[in-house]
T-cell receptor, first 114, second 117 residues
Framework: AQSVAQPEDQVNVAEGNPLTVKCTYS??????LFWYVQYPNRGLQFLLK??????LVKGSYGFEAEFNKSQTSFHLKKPSALVSDSALYFC????????????FGSGTQLTVLP | GAVVSQHPSRVICKSGTSVKIECRSL??????MFWYRQFPKQSLMLMAT?????????EQGVEKDKFLINHASLTLSTLTVTSAHPEDSSFYIC?????????????FGPGTRLTVL
């Protein structure tokens, strides 16, 4: 069965510093990987996705993620964090051949300190 | 583009009543919509996949007679929580797929906070 893990419940980073939110996946085939962000009492906003091609994917709001097949990871990164980046971040995976359903990680609360 | 709306954003109801939640794709047509449930400080759990013009596909453990899903058009899916009870209180989020096939992207609505007294 496919799964995705976000090992950190909480990440704190100072404003202006680089941030990383970790995600690892476990699938038997080729994964399609997604990052979403959720602000309080709101739905999820799509940030970026990896389907194929370049391992470094650039997305919305200056975020990027690197697909690493050997480490089965898809970490979310941003060179310089903003206070407004503080939110709940979800990694998700869709398995090749699945019925378009997403499996979500447990979420990581990012707090950017001013 | 790819905006998904939900109505209502918040609803409070008495135990035993039914509540309908609407999910609309505003600027695109969605043959497939998804309904999720999210408990506080937890991830999203897929409840069902809604396909336009056909019956919804429910995930294991989700009661189809309690959570009625209708996808009557390419821009509207509804979730009706029938005979709601306090344990049904949750944050319900829908999503709609843009594109075709396995590489499409799901765009999410803002969610509906249901509180059953």
């Amino acid at each position: 069965a496919q799964s995705v893990a976000q090992p950190e419940d909480q990440v704190n980073v100072a404003e202006g510093n680089p941030l990383t939110v970790k995600c690892t996946y476990s699938v038997s085939g080729n994964p399609y990987l997604f990052w979403y962000v959720q602000y309080p009492n709101r739905g999820l906003q799509f940030l970026l996705k990896y389907i194929t091609g370049d391992n470094l994917v650039k997305g919305s709001y200056g975020f990027e993620a690197e697909f690493n097949k050997s480490q089965t990871s898809f970490h979310l990164k941003k060179p310089s964090a903003l206070v407004s980046d503080s939110a709940l971040y979800f990694c998700a995976v869709r398995l090749t051949g699945s019925a378009r359903q997403l499996t979500f990680g447990s979420g990581t609360q990012l707090t950017v300190l001013p | 583009g790819a905006v998904v709306s939900q109505h209502p954003s918040r609803v409070i109801c008495k135990s035993g009543t039914s509540v309908k939640i609407e999910c609309r794709s505003l600027d695109f047509q969605a043959t497939t919509m998804f309904w999720y449930r999210q408990f506080p400080k937890q991830s999203l759990m897929l409840m069902a996949t809604s396909n336009e013009g056909s019956k919804a596909t429910y995930e294991q453990g989700v009661e189809k007679d309690k959570f009625l899903i209708n996808h009557a058009s390419l821009t509207l899916s509804t979730l009706t929580v029938t005979s709601a009870h306090p344990e049904d209180s949750s944050f319900y989020i829908c999503s709609a797929s843009v594109g075709s096939g396995i590489t499409d992207t799901q765009y999410f609505g803002p969610g509906t906070r249901l509180t059953v007294l």
